[in-house]
């Protein structure tokens, strides 16, 4: 697990103990092959470290790398989000757009006590 700020690259070693960890947290399964999880890589660093979303902890999750979060997203589309609160699945989804990913984080915000 390597971390940066409020980032955290995970694998499927960690993944369930940082979910149960944090509160709150949006995790985002990629694939390197994945075009659009290139192009959503810098938005999505640049929530990580928006002063708005600092209750939140960001998870990235290479798919092709871990077999767990790979049977996770199963054959879903790429990048494939999920959003937690205290451990329990809020929601989920393959989001193309940095909109969709603000929407998401705004849909976890309004969750925070």
């Known amino acids: 697990m390597q971390k940066e700020q409020n980032l955290y690259d995970a694998t499927d070693e960690d993944l369930r103990q940082l979910i149960f960890e944090h509160n709150y947290v949006i995790v985002k399964y990629l ?8 192009l959503l890589a810098p938005p999505f660093e640049k929530f990580s470290r928006d002063g708005k979303y600092s209750k939140i902890t960001f998870l990235r999750v290479d798919a092709s790398e871990n077999p767990v ?11 494939f989000f999920n959003i937690y609160k205290k451990g329990f699945l809020l929601d989920c989804g393959c989001i193309k757009t940095e909109e969709g990913v603000k929407e998401l ?9």
Do not use: H, Q, S, T
């Not at 694939?31 to 290139?38: D, I």
């Not at 979060?69 to 990048?79: I, S």
């Open 105 to 113: 984080l705004n849909k976890l915000l309004a969750e925070i006590d």
């Open 31 to 38: 694939n390197e092959a994945c075009e659009y999880c290139k």
């Open 69 to 79: 979060a790979r049977a996770e997203v199963g054959g879903k589309d790429m990048p």
